[in-house]
């Protein structure tokens, strides 16, 4: 499974940007999805994850209320709103694939990464 993710840019705070992922098969349409992010200099950390059916979602703390982490049911594709962003997000942004239907925070929860896109929030 190879996952390409885009929306990654340059953003003043406040501002908004939007982050795709798309599974290259479509096993990934009966598995949770995930983004995570690593800042320079810091370990990756958990950003959010939708369930298999887009009907559940979980988010770290650090953006809940502000990202939107969605998923088509039956799709491959992930997505991540992110408004009111903070020059904190500055980081290179990961999607993954979850090994079943439902994952959490834990990486070991993800099997396939995808490559990572930048993403910069100027003050």
Known sequence: VQLQA???GLVQAGGSLRLSCAASRRTSSNNAM???RQAPGKEREFVAAVSWNGGATFYADSVKG???ISKEY???VVNLQMDNLKPEDTAVYFCAVGR???AGREAS???YWGQGTQVTVSS
Do not use: D
């Open 34 to 36: 995930g983004w995570s």
């Open 109 to 111: 929860e993800y099997n």
């Open 66 to 68: 502000r990202f939107t």
């Open 6 to 8: 885009s929306g990654g």
């Open 100 to 102: 079943r239907a439902f």
């Open 74 to 76: 039956g799709a491959h």
